[in-house]
């Protein structure tokens, strides 16, 4: 069982509309990052959270570390964003610092 | 632009070659990050360095190999390659060592092994 699941794996939707994408993790963490990769392969960090919300622009994430859940919001869609958003945990204890990701999930916003 | 330089972007090589991997990171950014992007795996964490020495270790096979220099750029070696090798490989830099930095993705380089 990956340590990291995201949902759904695929999601298409008309312009405008409000997305969510949700994060399940099984291990205790020190933060969570939510990623965007683009068509052409490159990644961008969007947020790093341990807690609470974080907004920017049209993005919102949110975490709750006792449920081990994350969301990543996106208001007024455009189809701009279509994208792979990975979502990533840094596991708290031993091991290496380095970020134990999930599938990713691949949206997509017709106009 | 994100400031974290990867080259080169494609390389196409054969079973058993050796290639190299170079990485710039961030200017002021003394952390370097690898990792490794596949079609079935995903992405998966390599190795980390902090100022020139290893900091921590990931899913690295023993064919592969990566230093960090005196100037702060990155090298990964991925030696006696295999077509499984293909992926993608991507560097990442942050300011400090610690747990939980905001981390600055390079472009990544495609490796394509036939």
Redesign the interface.
Known sequence: KNEVEQSPQNLTAQEGEFITINCSYSVGI??L?W?QQHP??????LF?L?SGKKKHGRLIATINIQEKHSSLHITASHPRDSAVY?C?V?E?GG??????????THLIIQP | D?GVTQTPKHLITATGQRVTLRCSPRSGDLSV?W?QQSLDQ???????YYNGEE????NILERFSAQQFPDLHSELNLSSLELGDSA?Y?C?SSVG?W???????G??S?LTVL
């Open positions: 020190s933060a990052h990623l052409g392969g490159g990644i961008v960090s790093m341990s990975i990533a840094i708290t091991g290496a610092d380095g970020l134990t990701f999930g599938k990713g | 994100s990050y990792y995903g992405l998966q964490f390599l190795i980390q900091r921590a270790k990931g993608l991507f990442a060592v747990r939980a930095n905001v981390l600055t993705f472009a990544g495609r």
